[in-house]
C-alpha cells in the first residue's frame, strides 16, 4: 500500500482535497490586516479601505462558489471535490481575467457586485429538480447570509465609535452583497437564478434556455445597460439597503476611498 492509497478520506475524496487554499488563506489574512490598517487609520487609509474591500469581496466570491460546490457534493457530484473547488481557492473557479480582475474592476467602477467565479457541476450525478436548484440557490444564499452579517455588525457596532473609513468599507461590502444577491438572483439564462428554474422547464423551453446560457453575462450587461432596467435594478437594490437600515451616504463614502487614485 502506498502513502498516497493510505492517505485519509471523506467519502472517497482525500482530506487534501478539502483544505482551505493558501490564496484563501493569504486573502483572509490580507481582509484581516488591512481591516487592522483601516482601523487604527495606519498608513494610507484610502489604500487600506481598498485593500479591505476587495479582499473581502473576493473571499465573499470564494465562498459563494464553496456553496455550491458544497451543496452539489452532498448531492451526489463528488467530482468537485477532484476538481478543487472544496478548497476555496478562488483560481480554481474559473479565468482569474473574466471571474476575478473583471468584477473587481466592476466593483471600483461601478459599485456592483457582479457575479464572477464558476463552478462546474455534474448534472448527471445529480439526481432529482430539488437538488439541482438548491446547488444554484447555494451561492446566492451565501450572499444574503454576508449581507445580513455585514449589516448587523454595522448597526451593532458603528454606534460605539470608531472611524467612519472602517464603516464605509464594511456598508460598502454589504452594498456589494445586496447588489450580487440581486443579480444572481435575476432569472437570467446561465446565472444562477436562471439555473434555479431551468430544471424545471419543460424540454422546448430548456433547449432555449441551454441556447442562451452561454451568454449570460452579455444578457446581464445588456439588462443592466437598458436605462429602465437598471433603474429597477438600483431602485430594488437602494430598497433593500433601506429596509435593512444600510446608510446610503456610508457606502458612497466607501465607494469613494476605494477609488485612492482620486484622492
Known amino acids: 500500500m502506498t502513502s498516497r492509497d493510505a492517505e485519509p478520506s471523506v467519502l472517497g475524496v482525500p482530506r487534501a482535497a478539502l483544505r482551505p487554499s493558501p490564496v484563501f488563506l493569504a486573502l483572509v489574512a490580507l481582509l484581516a490586516t488591512s481591516a487592522v490598517l483601516t482601523w487604527h487609520g495606519i498608513g494610507n487609509v484610502r489604500l487600506a479601505v481598498f485593500g479591505f474591500v ?9 465562498l459563494h462558489e464553496y456553496a455550491h460546490a458544497v451543496v452539489a457534493y452532498r448531492a451526489g457530484d463528488r467530482s468537485v471535490a477532484h476538481r478543487g473547488y472544496l478548497t476555496l481557492n478562488p483560481l480554481k473557479y474559473s479565468h482569474p481575467l473574466l471571474s476575478i480582475a ?18 462546474w457541476v455534474d448534472r448527471h450525478a445529480i439526481p432529482g429538480r430539488l437538488r439541482h436548484t438548491l446547488v444554484s440557490l447555494a451561492g446566492p444564499a451565501t450572499n444574503v447570509l ?38 444572481n438572483l435575476l432569472p437570467v439564462p446561465g446565472l444562477d437564478g436562471g439555473n434555479m428554474i431551468q430544471p424545471w422547464l419543460n424540454p422546448q423551453w430548456r433547449r432555449m434556455y441551454d441556447l442562451f446560457a452561454p451568454y449570460g453575462f452579455i444578457l446581464l450587461f445588456a439588462l443592466l445597460w437598458n436605462p429602465r432596467i437598471g433603474g ?15 446608510p446610503p451616504w ?9 477609488r485612492f487614485w482620486q484622492g
Request: charged share 5%; aromatic share 12%.
Open 54 to 62: 476587495v479582499s473581502g469581496w473576493l473571499v465573499s466570491l470564494c
Open 250 to 258: 456610508l457606502y458612497v463614502t466607501g465607494l469613494e476611498l476605494i
Open 102 to 119: 473583471l468584477p473587481v474592476a466592476v466593483v471600483l467602477l461601478g459599485g456592483i457586485g457582479l457575479p464572477g467565479g464558476a463552478v
Open 232 to 246: 429597477w435594478f438600483f431602485d430594488a437594490v437602494f430598497a433593500i439597503g433601506g429596509l435593512l437600515g444600510l
Open 146 to 183: 454576508f449581507a445580513l452579517v455585514l449589516v448587523a455588525v454595522l448597526r451593532l457596532g458603528s454606534p460605539g465609535g470608531g472611524p467612519v473609513e472602517f464603516w464605509a468599507a464594511v456598508a460598502l461590502l454589504a452594498f456589494l452583497q445586496i447588489t450580487a444577491s440581486v443579480l
